[in-house]
């Protein structure tokens, strides 16, 4: 009955039996229940329904039948045993029908069930087939069409895509490195905006770059973090500085293993989920159920492939699907990730890694596969890595080769990559150099970079191109400050700085004339009068300016108002009863006040100075207000360094709405 040859038959049975789907009864083999209604439908597999006439009787009639009819009642079979057709009337004669559909019927060959629908009994199906269960052999798999290449070539060209691959990464998590991008909230993922951002920076398309932020984070080299003003942010960890010291084939057999066993889908990223919402990368929910499992057997059929065959391009992804759809007919489909999608993505992946190139699977790939090492083979397939450029006169530097990891993450912060291929170009341009300025290079490191990179002389243009970068670098200076202090007398001022006890009020000198503070206006008065000099405020308009005492009150008797004071003072309430309710009475009482930034400044000096924590109430990057107990460390361009749960974190001061001392 089953269409296959005897000994794959017993084998498959042999299997159905150890993963008990079937057992031996007295009357021979069976399946357990639910096993027929669960195929019941599926493709070539008509369920078994019951007859409406005897048994033998209905199969003789079947040469009967007309040749439209036999048609319908193959493509019934094809369809999976059941149809629909509004038009045949069950309970029909032979010679009362009309058309093949009531000719059917008829003679019992399809069964109505009176709503439309008909279904092929299953012994009909198998009297079609000549008494077996499918048309076509079951035994043997669909071919995957192929053709001819060098295997070294395939090699050398996945090799190739190896190198591409870690050269992006390093140059994507350095960049993350200086300038993390803030995540969605939530740690929902990637902006598009910083997605679209990264592809520009590294000159690959979007999904290429989805992929690889996607790699890093499966193999570790990228995590969550937060940022200098608290917000969580994408940033490389402490896994990549290990990663980086490793040679560079290990390093791609850590990425690519990673990506292996990932069940992330990159290859949703810019698609719409099913709610219409656009899938970002690094979302949580940007995985599959059956992505590991259909990605090593879409790669086990490559790897499977003799040298020099590779699948043929335009039907090779298609066979493969039809391959896999025989291999598991049960694998279930749903809408982020089809089987046809799976095998299209990580066919994509594959040659993107370095895994295979050409429709077929590099040697090392084969080994990375099969679980043994790749490393050795790889190493012998990647270039040598050169370790100088050329630079020419029209302000660019020529890579003669794939460039030294550290040589090529330098060159790439001082120039920016103008085009890709067998030989690199960097380009320099004022932007580029006032980069690395940013990161702390000075004009004399750079010419000296130049010059120790370079096998040729360095070109007088770029010469002028740094020098003329640094004398404009710097001319405006932007520095923290919450007082000033000015005096005529320069001497009382230097008095002042060489103090003992100024130590802690962060000073320092601007002019002679001129000193800031990092204190506070409020705490810096009664400190300076402390050592015993004799400030006063100086108003913005330069002119002295002297506060007058509050004036103090005694809280009026009930009832006691002023004549003519009754209207005031009702028109007064109702104006603050309705900002009241403007305002959210419920939401303002549950959230501290802010506080006013003099005070803020004036408690965390305090605490910094006599070593107490406190609680600030602050906001983060996302409008989300929060509280913390922190021990305050110092202050610094604009941010507050403080010991929290057992880890130094940074507060932006623009952020911390107020400060209170801790509870006793």
């Not at 002119?543 to 005694?554: L, T, Y």
């Amino acid at each position: 009955m089953l269409n296959a040859e005897v000994d794959a038959a017993t084998r498959a049975l042999s299997h159905l039996e150890d993963t008990c789907l079937v057992w031996h009864s007295l009357d021979g083999l069976r399946a357990v229940t639910g096993v027929a209604a669960l195929l019941r439908g599926s493709p070539g597999t008509s369920g078994l329904q019951p007859f409406a006439a005897d048994q033998e009787e209905v199969v003789r009639s079947l040469p009967a039948v007309s040749a439209e009819a036999r048609a319908m009642l193959e493509a019934v079979d094809a369809g999976g045993g059941q149809a629909s057709s509004s038009r045949a009337r069950p309970g029909i004669s032979v010679a009362e029908a009309a058309g093949p559909a009531e000719e059917l019927i008829a003679h019992g060959l399809l069964v109505s069930s009176g709503d439309g629908m008909l279904t092929l009994p299953g012994e009909v199906g198998l009297a079609l087939r000549g008494g077996r269960t499918t048309v076509a052999p079951v035994d043997v798999p669909p071919p995957l069409p192929t053709s001819s290449r060098a295997s070294t070539l395939v090699d050398r060209a996945a090799a190739g895509a190896a190198f591409e691959l870690v050269r992006n990464l390093e140059l994507l998590l350095d960049a993350w490195s200086a300038a993390p991008p803030r995540s969605l909230r939530g740690g929902a993922g990637l902006t598009v905006r910083d997605l679209k951002t990264t592809a520009e920076r590294l000159h690959v398309a979007e999904p290429t770059a989805a992929l690889l932020i996607e790699v890093a984070w499966a193999a570790g080299l990228l995590a969550l973090g937060t940022d200098e003003e608290g917000d969580p942010s994408w940033m490389p960890t402490e896994l990549f500085d290990q990663w980086l010291q490793q040679p560079l084939a290990a390093r791609w057999s850590h990425v690519a293993s990673a990506w292996l066993a990932s069940p992330r889908l990159p290859g949703l990223v810019g698609q719409r989920d099913p709610a219409g919402k656009t899938w970002n990368a690094l979302a949580p929910d940007l995985a599959g159920a059956s992505a590991v499992a259909t990605r090593r057997q879409t790669l086990g059929l490559l790897a499977a492939l003799s040298d020099g065959e590779v699948l043929a391009a335009g039907t090779g992804p298609a066979a493969v699907v039809t391959r896999l759809a025989w291999e598991r007919p049960r694998r279930p489909r749903t809408r982020t990730e089809s089987r046809e999608s799976l095998v299209d993505w990580t066919l994509t992946e594959a040659e993107t890694l370095g895994l295979a190139a050409f429709g077929g699977m590099a040697a090392y790939g084969r080994l990375l596969v099969a679980g043994e090492d790749p490393v050795p083979t790889l190493a012998g397939l990647l270039p040598e890595p050169v370790d100088h450029v050329l630079l020419q006169g029209d302000l660019t530097a020529v890579a003669p080769g794939p460039l030294e990891p550290a040589l090529a993450r330098t060159l790439a912060v001082v120039a920016t990559v103008e085009s890709h291929g067998g030989a690199t170009v960097y380009r320099f341009t004022k932007e580029s150099v006032r980069r690395a300025m940013d990161r702390g290079w000075t004009a004399t490191e750079i010419h000296a970079f130049l010059t120790a990179a370079s096998r040729t002389p360095v070109p007088q243009a770029l010469t002028y191109l740094v020098d003329d970068t640094a004398r404009t670098f710097g001319t405006v200076r932007v520095g923290f400050a919450a007082a000033y202090l000015r005096s005529d007398d320069e001497a009382a001022l230097a008095e002042l700085l060489a103090h003992p006890a100024a130590e802690s009020l962060g000073l320092r000198r601007l002019a002679p004339t001129v000193v800031v503070s990092t204190v506070a206006l409020d705490s810096l008065l009664p400190r300076l009068r402390e050592l015993g000099l004799a400030p006063v405020v100086e108003a913005p308009d330069g002119s002295i300016h002297v506060a007058r005492p509050d004036a103090k009150r005694a809280k009026a008797r009930n009832g006691a108002r002023p004549a003519g004071a009754q209207e005031a003072h009702l028109a007064a309430r109702a104006t603050a009863v309705a900002a009241r309710i403007k305002a959210g009475d419920e939401t303002a009482a549950s959230r501290p006040a802010p506080a006013e930034p003099a005070s803020t400044m004036a408690i965390l000096h305090e605490a910094i100075d006599a070593g107490e924590p406190v609680v600030i109430s602050y906001v983060d990057g996302r409008g989300v207000a929060g509280e913390a107990r922190v021990e305050p460390l110092g202050i610094d361009g604009g941010s507050l360094a403080a010991r929290a749960e057992d880890d130094v974190r940074s507060f932006a001061l623009s952020r911390i709405r107020s400060v209170r001392p801790t509870p006793p």
